[in-house]
């Protein structure tokens, strides 16, 4: 009898233009919720509390929107990933709607690129995601590109495939969630007083607080999201038996702790790009910085649009992100760049 | 004054007939579900999703058979295993209601049998256990028999009563949840293709997956049970300094594991039987293995029953289980006996 | 561009009189609860359980009264600990109205009391700290007195000023939740049989049980109310590497461990003071011993006080809690003094 485990997908398995539908739709809750503050030290006003979030034209505090990005990414893991060698980037990301606890979430992605590599061992294929509620409404949108090993190196290479995709998203094509207004905005509820308005293109955050991670806090958060690669859990699968740290626990981490500058860049809306520079292990102690891309208005009252670099670290000097070789430094763990939402 | 703590009952406290209501009742709700989904890699589908539940017929989704047991079984602890010198077996475990958020639960054991071992310093009590929700139902009923300590070696040895046990739970006798219905059932969100005329008596399956389990993680599976048994949390009560991993948390992480293999295998009806062979502890990696014991049919539309046996491992080759002396090999950490559900 | 991070108040910040609206409202719900009871031992049945909180004249289950206070005491550090020397004690503390899942809980802090210090570097800063919920309605308030550092040791010395805190709430000064009655108190689900009057003054009840703590815990606690202060996260923030686990979650390991010998000590009234006697770290185990102060009458139907001294130790004989030069031994964490309500 054939087996019955999931050896998941080689490189010849996916073809241009093909949809997956991912296994296993999640309802999220004020359990998530609370969990999220636990592993994190997240504070942003609008995912903390419902009567600031009402004040802000919401219906109430909508799920952390990293919470609805690991949930859709988590359920294609055993689909995109399982054989990846790695995570090349991100691109095209957006949120559409916000998350809220009663909804239940599945993902689903069409293969729109594929590119054989050289060394006829590998490919990288490229993913569009999106992430849908039990109403069948898109909440989420990205873009992800991996290396798969190939089966059978003799296999023959597919037509090269690459999609075309813009650095970031225009601001004018971020979607502002219904009803969303900051003309009420509490800067002393939310933490600083700092608006759209003081912050200039350039000007860079030393976000100064550090956590150590633990073991028992990643392996929880990547199972939290149902992302089930062996290399995060199993010391055996390593030959260094080590445990990687699942890199959104990364990206959760630095955001949390970008509150500390940034404390009214309140609802990620777009995800431009993304690398995971180096891998994170039990032990560090994340940092973060962040960097002002770009500033943009919008069309609801008073949410302007902030273009930040997230940049987390496990040491060495902040603001500090290649050598003159052009790579990434050692000690830096993530490159991300993504929109948020800040009163004017 | 005498003293107010709890020091536990001894062999010579217990009689058959006996009925212990046990303290602390507990309102289960999506904080337990969230957590369960932390510790362990849950995903069967019926469990993390509302609309998926909604399809099969289900009001929504119900909490994990293993958190009503564990909360069952946690209350009983101060009453029944305080003074255990071991957990002998299980047997007769039927889950008769599904558990939603919401529900409260309490349990509830009767003593039916007793023997004093020829050692005279111990006895085995063996109690029926059940689980009752806030409205009197019973959810959950099983057979437990423990090895406790006499407080007083030349106290009179009781009458030797020994419950007649079948080793297994009928298929006619399992009680399938009101209003179940997989006639709809959908395979590709629930992760995989295989119904239960996929599998067949005798086939075993290797569930791949490995977790190196963390303190931090058992113990806070183990308090959310409210199950305070001091070996699983304290470093000085055991002589080598060990903090002992509860079996349950060990049932559930493999449970969870078995997925890979057993996705559709979606609820827990009945426990024939289980040992917990070896002792686990922090820093174990534990793998999964099952076999197929038995199938049949139910009368609920498109719903059948499948008899499992499912090992958890520290190691060792997969489906080894006994040595040649007929004992449990050393990395064996659990082999248990249980009906699931699965479409036909 | 000036700096947008919070560098802390220092003491010459402060002034009599001066009040400060905390940030980061924070909506608590089921989610808090189950954490709660993941990371510590807690059993007390009115927080565990909606039916018995209910025949106890309660709309439903509250959150643990400790969820409240260090809710409320986390949005207090940024502005009022982010630079302390030391936390000094609290007083006056009164939990006015339970919390519910679903409230919202704030923070508002009046400056009552400045004292500099001979040294001329740092200062004595006492506040009264009061938590709000969504409704404006206070839920709890308590004085808390810190040593703080100035920014500049040449800033003059403020005007003395040392508010008078009486040693203790007078039991007439508790407030009762309203339709709180335990008439109908069920002594069994409970967990132990002891009421009002078999408890005398001067009697001690050691709780026998111990817990190890692990660093994921405290800090998923820690993090969990929100409270972001560096030397509980940070391993390069203290010079020996160590994270200082946060206060609170020892008074919070404490009370849970005394539900053995005092089960029926249901609800937290009065916080009459505290003290953190040595620091505690990952590995110590945590053990309690409580002591009876004073025992009092309350108008609400079958509802006693009992004010308790409650201690932490991590090592040591039971009882003992000062060396013969009257300092706090080495072994004991906490020394705590407060309220609690019992059926009579």
């Known amino acids: 009898m054939a087996s019955k485990t999931n050896a998941g997908r080689f490189f010849e398995d996916y073809a241009v233009g093909q949809v997956i539908d991912h296994a296993v739709p999640r309802t999220l809750g004020n359990g998530e919720r609370a969990l999220y503050h636990a592993l994190y030290p997240a504070r942003h006003a609008l995912y903390s509390s419902d009567a600031f979030a009402q004040s802000c034209g919401l219906p109430g505090s909508p799920l952390d929107d990293l919470i609805a990005f690991h949930t859709v990414f988590g359920k294609t893991v055993p689909d995109v990933s399982l054989n990846a060698v790695a995570n090349l980037g991100y691109a095209q990301g957006r949120w559409l709607k916000p998350v809220f606890a009663g909804d239940t979430l ?33 909440v989420l949108e990205y873009v992800r590109w991996v290396m798969v090993r190939k089966r059978d190196a003799d296999a023959p290479a597919p037509e090269t ?20 207004d900051f003309t009420n905005y509490d800067f002393d509820l939310a933490g600083e007083p700092h608006r759209l308005g003081d912050y200039a293109v350039g000007e860079t955050i030393d976000h100064v607080d550090g956590v150590t991670i633990e073991e028992a806090e990643h392996m929880m958060a990547t199972r939290l999201w149902q992302n089930t690669a ?36 309140q609802m990620i809306v777009g995800l431009n790009g993304g690398a995971h520079a180096n891998p994170c292990l039990a032990g560090d102690t994340v940092r973060a910085w962040s960097e002002v891309l770009e ?3 919008t069309p609801a009252p008073g949410v302007g649009a902030i273009r930040l670099r997230l940049v987390a670290t496990k040491g060495g000097a902040p603001f500090a992100l290649r050598g003159e070789d052009g790579k990434y430094l050692s000690d830096v763990l993530l490159d991300l760049d993504y929109w948020a939402l800040m009163p004017t």
């Open 295 to 297: 500033i943009a208005e």
């Open 106 to 138: 599945r993902s689903r992605s069409e293969v729109i690129g594929l590119k054989q590599n050289s060394n006829g061992r590998t490919g990288v294929v490229y993913v569009r995601t999106t992430g849908l509620n039990q109403s069948g409404d898109t």
């Open 161 to 180: 495939v690459v999609p075309d995709l813009p650095d970031a998203i225009a601001a004018a094509d971020l979607v502002i969630p219904e009803g969303l």
């Open 230 to 265: 062996k290399v995060h859990f199993d010391t055996s699968a390593r030959p260094d038996g080590s445990r990687l740290i699942y890199g959104g626990h990364v990206i959760s981490m630095a955001r949390a702790l970008s509150f500390n500058g940034l404390a009214n860049a």
